[in-house]
């Protein structure tokens, strides 16, 4: 039998990260569920679709082929329609657009269900928003990762730094504020943690101690 781990949590976390690493110990296949909400976001905006055209986004979706390959690194790469999309669904306007995307029941429908059935095949660590509510509701763990907003705003803050882009701490913790109230607020599937989803904390954890904690909660199921 496959097993499952779940990780959801708000923006910037650190879950993919997380993830990635937790599924690499493992030998598990790391599935990224937001870079699939991310392909069908690049192709309303490739398309020329308004994104507040649900209408018009739900009568693509059967035009639409997203599929997961795996380098033999073991890193995850988006295809959309064959197309490897894996940098060009990293920009913030893709960001954007997977935001309101994925707000449409008719988008999640078809993604949770290329999800689940990527999960009954092999064992998976994914990671998103709705895991552990919707997709996996019988995952074997189940993790909440989150972090401080002051947190995620630094982390975030270095990143952009070391990209050479300027930028205003107190505007990046205004996004993530606003960001997670979204998340948390929207009608389909919104970020919630399940009563039975462990929590982990990791404002104060480096993410070697994020990884290790998460394996041991993994280990102790
Ligand atoms: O984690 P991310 O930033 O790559 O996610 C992109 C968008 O997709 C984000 O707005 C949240 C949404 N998302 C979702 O609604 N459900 C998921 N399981 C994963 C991501």
Redesign the pocket.
Known sequence: MPYSIAIDGP?GAGKSTIARAVAKELGYVYID???M??AVGLYVLKKKIELSDEKKIVEALPLLDISLSYDDEGVQHVLLNGEDVSSAIRTERV?EA??VV?QYKAVREKLVALQQALAKRTSVVMD????ASKVLPDADTKIYLTASVEERARRRARELQEKGEPCNIKAVEKDIEERDYR?MHRAQSPLVRVEDAVLVDSSDLTIDETIDRILDIAMKR
Do not use: K, L
């Open positions: 923006a569920t937001g870079a909400y991310r960001s997977a935001s994925s998103g928003r709705d895991i998340d």
